[in-house]
């Protein structure tokens, strides 16, 4: 039988955090949880890449809480103004229930979204679900700040990781996502989810069914941090699948910083998306610039994404 790797959260270090604390007994880290599983919505989502959402939807479970605090999230509701009432507590089983449920409802996969501060508890319900007849695969799709020792503990239980890159500069992530460090782990965490489960792979409807697909949020007024960031991925793997994401928009605190109080513009977009074609990077996706209202979610209600 296997042992339940939530009991680690007694010290807490499943992020690169390393809190210590034991959330087991109500304590608290950086995320603000403790050992509940709190999720702030689970449905089919649209909204996705087209591996991703297909026709029928990706099984999204949204977790609360996280473990950086972005100025400019666009889940802010949920992840920064996380309040225990506003979201739902389950147990293991209940969380096995949810996957079932949006497998059986014809979800393409179950989507983890934000996980790396509940990495043991997910990785828990994965192993109850797949008990209980979960088949479709299992997606980790995390802001990229994860633990590699943790991520090497869930091997196997995830079939396809969409992770972030936000910065291949610690300055930018200090100031706009409060963490020292985030340029310095995310080389290693793309490295560990591409060993994992190797670059992307679709069935004959073009659903993702394995591998890697890595996103990049291209922020106004910082283009060398996205063509640093594009060049690792390139240099990674020249087939790997990037996302290139253009639906940036001012949301809760980017008002106080100028650079990025402002939409992206159509010329700093296509200047990227250029230079990733320059780096070979023939596997990426790209979005139109009304992407920037258009998937702006509101979890303040009960479907909180445009269909």
Same mark, same amino acid.
């Given at each position: 039988?296997?042992?339940?790797?939530?009991?680690?959260? =007694?010290?807490? =270090?499943?992020? +690169?955090?390393?809190?210590?604390?034991?959330?087991?007994?109500?304590?608290?880290? $950086?995320?603000?949880?403790?050992?509940?599983?709190?999720?702030?919505?689970?449905?089919?989502?649209?909204?996705?890449?087209?591996?991703?959402?297909?026709?029928?939807?990706?099984?999204?479970?949204?977790?609360?809480?996280?473990? /950086?605090?972005?100025?400019?999230?666009?889940?802010?509701?949920?992840?920064?103004? $996380?309040?225990?009432?506003?979201?739902?507590?389950?147990?293991?089983?209940?969380? !096995? !229930?949810?996957?079932?449920?949006?497998? !059986?409802?014809? *979800?393409?996969?179950?989507?983890?979204?934000?996980?790396?501060?509940?990495?043991?508890?997910? !990785?828990?319900?994965?192993?109850?679900?797949?008990?209980?007849?979960?088949?479709?695969?299992?997606?980790?799709?995390?802001?990229?700040?994860?633990?590699?020792? %943790?991520?090497? #503990?869930?091997?196997? /239980?995830?079939?396809?990781?969409?992770?972030?890159?936000?910065?291949?500069?610690?300055?930018?992530?200090?100031?706009?996502?409060?963490?020292?460090?985030?340029?310095?782990?995310? +080389?290693?965490?793309?490295?560990?989810?591409?060993?994992?489960?190797?670059?992307?792979?679709?069935?004959?409807?073009?659903? *993702?069914?394995?591998?890697?697909?890595?996103?990049?949020?291209?922020?106004?007024?910082?283009?060398?941090?996205?063509?640093?960031?594009?060049?690792?991925?390139?240099?990674?793997?020249?087939?790997?699948?990037?996302?290139?994401?253009?639906?940036?928009?001012?949301?809760?605190?980017?008002?106080?910083? +100028?650079?990025?109080?402002? %939409?992206?513009?159509?010329?700093?977009?296509?200047?990227?998306?250029?230079?990733?074609?320059?780096?070979?990077?023939?596997? *990426?996706?790209?979005?139109?610039?009304?992407?920037?209202?258009?998937?702006?979610?509101? $979890?303040? #209600?009960?479907?909180? $994404?445009?269909?």
């Amino acid at each position: 039988m296997n042992q339940s790797l939530t009991d680690q959260l =007694e010290k807490c =270090e499943c992020c +690169p955090r390393r809190c210590g604390v034991n959330r087991l007994e109500g304590e608290t880290g $950086f995320c603000g949880t403790g050992s509940d599983i709190e999720i702030s919505h689970a449905g089919l989502h649209f909204g996705e890449e087209p591996p991703i959402s297909g026709t029928n939807g990706s099984g999204a479970i949204f977790f609360s809480g996280c473990n /950086l605090r972005c100025v400019f999230c666009q889940n802010y509701q949920i992840s920064q103004e $996380f309040q225990p009432g506003r979201a739902r507590t389950l147990t293991t089983d209940e969380l !096995a !229930a949810e996957m079932l449920r949006l497998q !059986a409802e014809g *979800a393409h996969n179950i989507n983890f979204v934000s996980p790396s501060h509940m990495i043991f508890q997910m !990785a828990d319900a994965i192993r109850s679900a797949k008990g209980k007849g979960l088949i479709v695969p299992v997606l980790y799709n995390s802001n990229g700040y994860d633990s590699v020792d %943790a991520l090497r #503990q869930i091997r196997g /239980l995830v079939d396809i990781y969409v992770p972030d890159i936000k910065y291949l500069g610690n300055e930018p992530g200090k100031k706009l996502s409060n963490v020292d460090d985030y340029a310095d782990i995310v +080389p290693g965490v793309l490295g560990e989810m591409l060993d994992q489960v190797g670059r992307l792979v679709t069935d004959h409807d073009g659903i *993702a069914v394995r591998g890697l697909l890595v996103r990049h949020l291209v922020l106004p007024g910082y283009p060398e941090n996205s063509r640093q960031c594009l060049a690792f991925l390139a240099d990674l793997s020249p087939d790997i699948h990037v996302s290139i994401m253009s639906q940036y928009s001012p949301q809760y605190k980017a008002c106080d910083f +100028p650079e990025i109080n402002r %939409a992206l513009t159509e010329k700093e977009y296509d200047e990227i998306t250029d230079y990733a074609l320059e780096l070979g990077l023939e596997n *990426a996706f790209i979005q139109k610039l009304e992407s920037q209202t258009h998937y702006l979610p509101d $979890f303040y #209600q009960e479907r909180p $994404f445009k269909r």
